[in-house]
């Protein structure tokens, strides 16, 4: 009987423990949990991780010096050839500067190129078909430089297939989606030409400079392009992009915060394109791709959605595939 009794409260002793467990497992959360963030907003704050994410992404440029004495200089940096005449630069203030140059250069030809460095080939909404964009930024003791009046500069860079008669757009803020290139119609300082290796750039801007033309969309049918991705990929943690598979042109797919997804501009129907999605979110990064062929015809609604859902990728893997785009 003795042997019973203790058996007994053995029994309920180890029940009331397991008991206690089960309510511990249920009711104490996983601190290490992370909760989806499915909130879009109009206005981006500076701690968004698509932010963050788009800045780990950027190519990084070239920097080095050359000593500029306002006489005529012609110098290679990686793989930009730049012709300065003679007082060719100038400072903010009028100034003529001398001495050590610090100079910044990058070449953006590939089509995941602009898509690192979140530039997409496009005009206010039109498509640009590109021969490549360059960055040149030149400072003279911490002093922004510009090229000086009456004068402009020579660029080059090498391209398999030069196209002559592209314009020249210089890049610029889109109210609307926060980047965008305009055509300088300044072509007396601002040209763009071919070479028996690439493209030969006359221009009198420094920063951003890319050689395109617009696609002729005169009797093409077009149509919206809507990405549709799970409630956690907002316009807080991730960006999308098309990249048009037989031509040099990559479009942004923009944020609709009303309808949660992102909504291309207007493109050419019966082209086939690759849509790209980025996304970061709670330190950890997602990638996904999905072949398309624009389909639709009636201009002015979306006329075809995609569905998708990215997967969990490393940092490098998304670089190397961009690099490789």
């Known amino acids: 009987m003795r042997i019973f009794t203790i058996i007994f409260v053995l029994a309920t002793t180890l029940v009331g423990l397991s008991s206690c467990q089960k309510n511990i497992d249920t009711f104490t959360p996983d601190p290490t949990q992370s909760t989806l963030d499915t909130v879009w907003q ?59 140059v610090n100079r910044e250069t990058l070449l953006t030809h590939k089509k995941g190129d602009f898509i690192a460095m979140d530039m997409p080939t496009t005009s206010q909404g039109r498509l640009l078909i590109t021969g490549g964009a360059f960055f040149i930024g030149l400072k003279n003791n911490g002093d922004e430089l510009l090229v000086s ?44 030409g071919i070479t028996n290796t690439g493209y030969e750039i006359q221009t009198n801007k420094l920063k951003y400079v890319q050689t395109a033309y617009y696609f002729d969309t005169t009797g093409i049918a077009q149509t919206f392009v809507s990405l549709k991705l799970p409630s956690n990929y907002t316009n807080t943690n991730t960006a999308a992009y098309i990249s048009f598979n037989n031509m040099e042109c990559v479009a942004a797919l923009n944020a609709n915060v009303n309808t949660r997804t992102f909504v291309s501009t207007a493109l050419p129907v019966n082209k086939v394109a690759t849509i790209v999605v980025i996304s970061k979110q709670a330190g950890d990064y997602y990638f996904g791709t999905q072949q398309i062929t624009t389909t639709g015809s009636t201009l002015g609604s979306i006329n075809q959605t995609v569905l998708f859902s990215p997967t969990k990728k490393s940092l490098q893997f998304i670089k190397t595939y961009l690099s490789n785009l």
């Open 42 to 100: 109009n206005n981006l704050p500076a701690s968004a991780s698509i932010t963050s994410l788009k800045n780990e992404l950027r190519i990084a440029a070239t920097t080095d010096s050359f000593f500029y004495s306002n006489t005529g200089i012609v110098f290679s940096s990686g793989n930009i050839s730049l012709s300065i005449p003679a007082n060719g630069l100038a400072k903010n203030n009028g100034l003529v500067p001398s001495g050590i």
């Open 149 to 192: 009046q009456g004068n402009k500069l020579t660029v080059k860079f090498n391209s398999n297939l030069p196209v002559p008669g592209n314009k020249i757009f210089n890049a610029s803020i889109d109210s609307a989606n926060g980047f965008t290139w305009l055509q300088n119609n300044d072509t007396v300082y601002n040209r763009s």
